[in-house]
């Protein structure tokens, strides 16, 4: 055989005493790099089954969301049903009124039902259906005061959130009394959030009667925890009879 190099003896020697310190060193280079595919595979299934987690997570969340918001409806569907029927002998016309605007409610209700945030002055045209519909039911007994700032009405809130926490207020508010009474929402911005006010009178004999006040409250703070992680978002206070619904949405900060 033709050496390239035959009279490198000493070569010769150095390359047959350095193989086994050669292969070893190639083994040793082959397993890091085994190891290192092996490493990132684990890495990547890892990853895929925490995408494929969150997504279950997402779509759990989403749908409890949804049977929150079901839950809600048909409370306050069946009053107003019940009102027409009673309405529609003595006043038809205003029987008339109510089923319009109970359509429209409804009709917002589903459009609402695709929609993630909405700006607060779209939930209160929304929440105005609900009190014409309660106000027709009510009469002059039900008295509603509004206090939003301007600056308030862009911010975001989650759909459909005012108008269970306002039917608790009209609920406990009237219940066990044939005087008038006064609702209030009041609404504000804060430094980073959002802050709603909710007053109804509250009578502690009429509250126990009526079997609490939580109607509604606890599925509100259920799913606010579900859409921001937080259980501090809702928080009540009874003051001097008068039963407060506070709320924080937060809200991001403009870039």
Request: glycine share 4%; aromatic share 8%.
């Amino acid at each position: 055989m033709l050496s390239l190099l035959p009279e490198e003896t000493a070569y010769h020697d150095f390359l047959e005493k350095s193989m086994p310190l050669r292969f070893i060193s190639g083994l040793l280079i082959m397993s890091f790099v085994t190891l290192l595919n092996w490493m990132w595979n684990i890495l990547k299934d890892q990853k895929e089954q925490e995408e494929r987690r969150n997504e279950a997570e997402k779509l759990v969340k989403e749908a409890e969301l949804v049977r929150l918001r079901q839950q809600l409806q048909p409370h306050f569907l069946f009053n107003s049903l019940n009102s027409i029927s009673a309405l529609a002998g003595s006043k038809p016309d205003e029987a008339r009124k109510m089923i319009q605007q109970l359509s429209d409610f409804l009709r917002g209700t589903l459009k609402k039902d695709e929609e993630q945030m909405v700006p607060l002055n779209e939930e209160m045209q929304h929440l105005n259906l609900y009190l014409e519909i309660e106000k027709v039911r009510f009469g002059h007994r039900l008295i509603v005061e509004v206090k939003v700032k301007e600056d308030a009405l862009k911010a975001l809130v989650p759909p459909l959130l005012l108008q269970p926490i306002v039917e608790n207020a009209i609920k406990f508010g009237l219940y066990g009394t044939i005087e008038d009474i006064v609702v209030s929402v009041e609404a504000h911005n804060a430094t980073s959030y959002l802050s709603l006010e909710i007053k109804n009178p509250l009578d502690a004999q009429t509250q126990s009667a009526a079997g609490g006040t939580g109607f509604g409250l606890s599925s509100i703070q259920r799913r606010l925890f579900l859409l921001y992680g937080r259980n501090d978002l809702l928080t009540t206070e009874k003051k001097e009879n008068i039963f407060i619904t506070r709320l924080k949405i937060p809200q991001l900060k403009a870039s």
